[in-house]
């Protein structure tokens, strides 16, 4: 169009003037309006995206379950670290998403890499492949990979191959739309999740830590306070005491630190009399507290307790009985020899009375993750050592070194010798956080449901990660199957996690 410069002239001033008394007035209201009304038209479906392809990723998720990945001593080389199913399915996936077009990288055989965008910063998925073993008793076989009831059967389809398929066809559904990324996103392949962590250890070491990151290997929405947990060992020689009425010639109890003993045992000997009177009495306790045990006589004067309590995990105390504590409080009034009596004391004044520390003088809590709880567990004695574990699990927010040196300083009173074992320091990302915040805001979107942030006192895969959170697979209300026999996902929530993925990676790596 051709404009008389003279007119032009005024009717641009006009046009200037118009437009900034609109900006000055409610222009940017406008403007703000508008971007969003553009991005609700723009909005992708997710959820359309992933049903159009679920075929593709419901048979490629079978295909993937079907590798049998668990770890395998015998097939052990320098290239296998972990054995030749593990081997087999990281190379499967590498593989596959080699003839994408991405690109890959196998890490020794102790992870795996897949990469798509470029920029500075980069977003992580930290999966992994390796599963539990199979174990007995399964409807239908563990590598077979079955679908019924709308659900695929198999180890792993849980924790955490499934979830793996979910992210890494995320990842493909977003270079398949050509959405722009800003930032690189990176699906990480552990394969050594299950038993010891070295797959991120060898990782990390050589590879860059991501800028912010998620794990989908615990629960929906999104866990992002993990407690500090630490495992701590006590010990004494025992030093020949006076005789005395009993003998404790040994005591037991828990196989593994981070769980509540289920099982405790007591050798004692002396006159029988004396144990007659303690076998009645274990008996009537027995009845008075509704629980099982036993008290066999392996000798005129030899007699054996086994007391049962009820096992849980060592992040919830509270939920079992601790065999070890209450065979301590049960024997501890009985006239055994000094070194016995006061170890059964200790451990009755320290842990008989609630699991949160207190008697240890490193009780404490926090908003963000609650209260610290302590698991007393390896419980053993005889006439030449003794020692007990701690498992304990304190508040994010807490400093874990503080709360070691109070508990050394505490158990130097009973003489104990204290080591460190294990110590994993908390694992927190703020509520305010953009990963948080835009996590909170796809799960919303996509469910309707509230976005809630969990905490944990469990160790989850995400805490590797320096700015990380879990987020899924799991969602509200459903069974946790992953460890058992006949361990399934929905094929719903399959589908369901894809779709939060893919917008989830979008959000985190198409913004600014
Ligand atoms: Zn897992």
Known sequence: MRINPVANDYNLRRLYFTIFLQIKQNGMLNFKKRKENESEMTRIDWRLEVEKRKDVLLAETQEFLKINSVFDEATITKERPFGNGIDQALSYLLNKAESYDFTVKNLDGYA????????????GIL?????????????????SADIRNGRIYARGAIDNKGPTMAAFFALCLVKELKLPLTKRVQLILGTDEERGWRCVDHYFKHEEMPTVGFAPDADFPIIHAEKGIADVLFEWTVEQGAAAALTLRKFSAGERLNMVPDRAIAELEGERAELDQLERRFRKHLLEQQHNGEAIFTGDEQLTLMYEGVAAHGSTPEAGINAGVELAAFLTPFSFQEQAVSYLRMI????????????????????????????????????????????IRYPVTADGQTCLQRLEQKMSEFGAKMMVKDHMTPSYVDAKHPLVRTLQAV???????????????GGTYARTLATGVAFGPLFPGRKDVAHQKDEYIEIEDLLKAAALYAEAIYELAGGQ
């Open 112 to 123: 795996g890499k897949i990469e798509l965008g470029t920029g500075e910063e980069s977003v």
């Open 127 to 143: 999966c992994h492949i390796d599963v539990v073993p199979a174990g007995e008793g399964w409807t239908s076989p563990p590598f």
């Open 348 to 391: 009755t004044a320290l842990l008989k009375n609630g699991t949160r520390g207190e008697a240890l003088g490193i009780a404490q809590e926090d908003q963000v993750s609650g209260r610290l709880t302590v698991n007393g567990s390896l419980f053993s004695w005889d006439e030449k050592e003794a020692g007990f574990g701690l498992n």
């Open 443 to 457: 799960y919303q979107r996509q469910t309707g449901e509230e976005p809630s942030l969990l905490s944990t006192g």
